[in-house]
């Protein structure tokens, strides 16, 4: 494992937990995780679960005995990370946004695509897919169960920058992080979207602010907090990304993906409306879906709450009898089985490269329409 902020606990609980739930076909061995501060790495590697830790990603790829590589530094790192993983014959999974850049992106894919010609697989971390109640809806909806769909809401808030005083985290800048709410939120909601509705964005008009922009220097601290230096930078990405999208069988889609949406921590909501009925999901109520049903007798019709713990629902029968939850970090053990099931099964894992390149075409073109008065734009033109 490459990086080891926030997302490298949530990858290493999903590597130790899932040999240990699922009947995987091959073993699991927590190899070595990689990080620029030796003694930091060690710490994390050691109370993680990792035999060893190392301060050179190359040496880790070019060791024979390293099977897959899992990357979670910032986006700005991962194309390189990930082609030479991939060229050396590994197989990758990389969190998302893909890259910062639809170019990066775009040598991503062909890298993935040459590599899966040899057997090797990739598969990006748009880990909210595999939560049992965002499976059970993508597969609703692919039953007919809303009909034609109409329209789409998706929403993703936290507030972590509400506070001034938060420091000029690597997420602030646009060299590590690409884009700011837009890329790191707003990129589980286009995913989100593409893959519970199977139809891809192919146009949108967006906004983007930034409110708070200038931020004490980050004196330590990694994921949500951090603790302030001396002095100020400038904050180069959005705090706020609010767009409409037109996907491909005409319905519109509106998203909002903010850090300043005061008392919201980590609220992402979507709701799928179609002329048969509607379908909801809330994460902060993840194992729950609200399914309204058009054909129920209008006097009995009313939203009702499907309670996604059931053995028959996706991932669930491996865990705990009908009724007993699941959490976040549940979707990161799902996204490890699915990848070691893939690599011994020889096919590829969704979410692919090509569609963490879909989704950045998106965030793209929602960057060129705010620079351009919210303009629609299309998905296709070339990037930037
Ligand atoms: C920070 O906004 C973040 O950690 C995202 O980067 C993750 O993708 C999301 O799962 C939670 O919030």
Same mark, same amino acid.
């Given at each position: 494992?490459?990086?080891?902020?926030?997302?490298?606990?949530?990858?290493?609980?999903?590597?130790?937990?899932?040999?240990?739930?699922?009947?995987?076909?091959?073993?699991?061995e927590m190899a070595v995780v990689v990080g620029r501060d030796a003694d930091a790495v060690a710490r994390d590697a050691a109370h993680w679960g990792w035999a060893e830790?190392?301060?050179?990603?190359?040496?880790?790829?070019?060791?024979?005995?390293?099977?897959?590589?899992?990357?979670?530094?910032?986006?700005?790192?991962?194309?390189?990370?990930?082609?030479?993983?991939?060229?050396?014959?590994?197989?990758?999974?990389?969190?998302?946004?893909?890259?910062?850049?639809?170019?990066?992106?775009?040598?991503?894919?062909?890298?993935?695509?040459?590599?899966?010609?040899?057997? !090797? %697989? *990739?598969?990006?971390?748009?880990?909210?897919?595999?939560? #049992? /109640?965002?499976? +059970?809806?993508?597969? &609703?909806?692919? $039953?007919?169960?809303?009909?034609?769909?109409?329209? !789409? %809401? *998706?929403?993703?808030?936290?507030?972590?920058?509400?506070? #001034? /005083?938060?420091? +000029?985290?690597?997420? &602030?800048?646009? $060299?590590?992080?690409?884009?700011?709410a837009l890329g790191d939120i707003g990129a589980h909601l286009i995913d989100m979207t593409r893959f519970v509705t199977g139809q891809s964005i192919d146009a949108v008009s967006g906004t983007l602010d930034t409110i708070i922009a200038r931020r004490p220097l980050q004196g330590s601290g990694s994921g949500l907090s951090g603790v302030a230096a001396e002095g100020f930078g400038e904050v180069t990405v959005d705090d706020v990304a609010i767009f409409t999208g037109r996907l491909a069988e005409g319905a519109l889609a509106s998203f909002e993906a903010t850090r300043f949406a005061t008392g919201r921590k980590n609220a992402l909501t979507i709701e799928v409306s179609g002329d048969a009925g509607a379908l909801a999901f809330d994460l902060e109520r993840l194992n729950e879906l609200q399914y309204f049903d058009r054909s129920a007798p209008e006097g009995v019709q009313g939203f009702t709450t499907i309670l996604v713990t059931e053995p028959s629902h996706p991932y669930v029968s491996a865990w705990w009898p009908a009724g007993h939850t699941l959490g976040y970090e549940h979707g990161f053990v799902h996204q490890a089985k699915d990848l070691v099931e893939a690599v011994v099964a020889g096919t590829d894992p969704h979410p692919s490269f090509a569609d963490g390149l879909a989704v950045q075409r998106v965030l793209d073109a929602v960057e060129r329409s705010a620079e351009r008065d919210s303009a629609w734009t299309s998905v296709g033109e070339p990037a930037r």
């Open positions: 494992m490459i990086g080891h902020g926030f997302m490298g606990a949530a990858h290493s609980v999903g590597w130790r937990q899932a040999p240990r739930v699922f009947d995987l076909p091959d073993d699991v830790s190392a301060t050179d990603w190359r040496d880790v790829v070019a060791r024979d005995d390293i099977d897959i590589v899992d990357i979670v530094t910032p986006g700005g790192s991962h194309a390189e990370i990930a082609i030479a993983a991939l060229e050396a014959g590994k197989h990758v999974l990389c969190e998302k946004p893909l890259a910062n850049s639809v170019e990066d992106a775009e040598a991503m894919t062909d890298a993935a695509a040459r590599a899966s010609a040899r057997g !090797v %697989r *990739a598969l990006v971390g748009f880990t909210y897919r595999r939560l #049992p /109640a965002v499976t +059970l809806l993508r597969d &609703l909806i692919a $039953e007919g169960r809303v009909g034609r769909v109409q329209q !789409v %809401r *998706a929403a993703y808030r936290q507030d972590w920058l509400v506070d #001034p /005083a938060m420091p +000029l985290a690597w997420r &602030l800048q646009k $060299e590590h992080a690409g884009s700011g």
